[in-house]
């Protein structure tokens, strides 16, 4: 056996290390559970989704003149539902009837914006490929999830101007922006699919920590 004191020890320099708290090595399910039950959690995670969204339209739509696409929009709706499903939880996070609507809103969204982003990744493989590639999105309409009119309610947010596989060819670090894209969809959908695991998992035996 360890010597006394030195079974956390790995844990807290790696938490030092990092700037996270013991408690989340000691007992990260039971600290990730605790976290989403305060509103602080759920403010960031959603506002950070309505922040990108409004950044795409800012930045690549106004100020590059970069026209959005089909898919394009339709990964601003995801980031708008998970904007969404933050508000819901956001409610009251300690509550179970806005907890987990607000998880699976959330979860819903980051998963449609990872794989509407894989498809127009896919779009613009082929189109660099093959320079007579024609791009299967339409311009002008979409159909969004319980089609709503969104392009008709928001048509600066929603309508698509643009030809997918051209303008999403903006790259920053080497990557492009449905490749950046996919990288944030699949933050926000991990960290999402924990913090619903956690609320199903059984606190552990003198674990610490309060409400």
């Not at 700037?19 to 960031?44: E, I, N, S, V």
């Not at 956001?90 to 809103?105: D, E, M, N, T």
């Not at 990744?121 to 791009?135: R, S, T």
């Not at 339409?138 to 709503?148: I, N």
Request: glycine content about 14%; overall charge positive.
């Amino acid at each position: 056996m360890p010597p006394p004191g030195r079974t956390g020890d790995a844990g807290g320099l790696a938490s030092r290390l990092l700037g996270l708290p013991d408690a989340l090595f000691d007992d990260f399910w039971g600290t990730l559970k605790r976290w989403q039950d305060r509103r602080a959690l759920w403010l960031c995670g959603g506002l950070s989704a309505l922040a990108l969204e409004l950044f795409s339209l800012l930045y690549f739509q106004r100020h590059l003149r970069l026209s959005p696409c089909e898919y394009c929009v339709l990964i601003r709706f995801a980031m708008a539902t998970v904007f969404l499903g933050g508000m819901i939880g956001s409610i009251r996070p300690s509550s179970p009837l806005f907890k987990l609507p607000g998880l699976a809103v959330s979860i819903a969204g980051a998963a449609m914006g990872l794989r509407w982003c894989f498809v127009l990744e896919g779009i613009n493989v082929h189109a660099a490929m093959n320079p007579d590639f024609m791009a299967p999105c339409s311009s002008g309409r979409v159909s969004f999830p319980l089609g709503l009119p969104l392009d008709r309610w928001l048509p600066g947010h929603f309508s698509p101007g643009g030809v997918c596989g051209v303008e999403s060819q903006w790259e920053f670090w080497g990557m492009n922006m449905p490749q950046w894209l996919i990288m944030i969809c699949l933050v926000y959908l991990a960290g999402l699919v924990l913090m619903g695991v956690a609320n199903f998992l059984p606190r552990r035996p003198g674990a610490g920590g309060g409400p």
